[in-house]
């Protein structure tokens, strides 16, 4: 449990957390922009 601790209690623990929640929104967001736009073609 020392990693779990390390990662919401260290400044770069937030930091890794801050980028793995951006990275996995970008995912979905390019994701879900890829598929509309697939869908869309004109």
């Known amino acids: 449990m020392k990693i779990l601790s390390d990662l919401f209690s260290?400044?770069?623990g937030l930091m890794?957390?801050?980028v793995i929640v951006f990275m996995l929104?970008?995912?979905?967001?390019?994701l879900?922009?890829?598929?509309?736009?697939m869908n869309h073609n004109e």
């Open 10 to 12: 260290t400044d770069y």
């Open 16 to 18: 890794s957390l801050a």
């Open 25 to 30: 929104f970008m995912g979905a967001f390019f």
């Open 32 to 37: 879900r922009m890829f598929f509309h736009k």
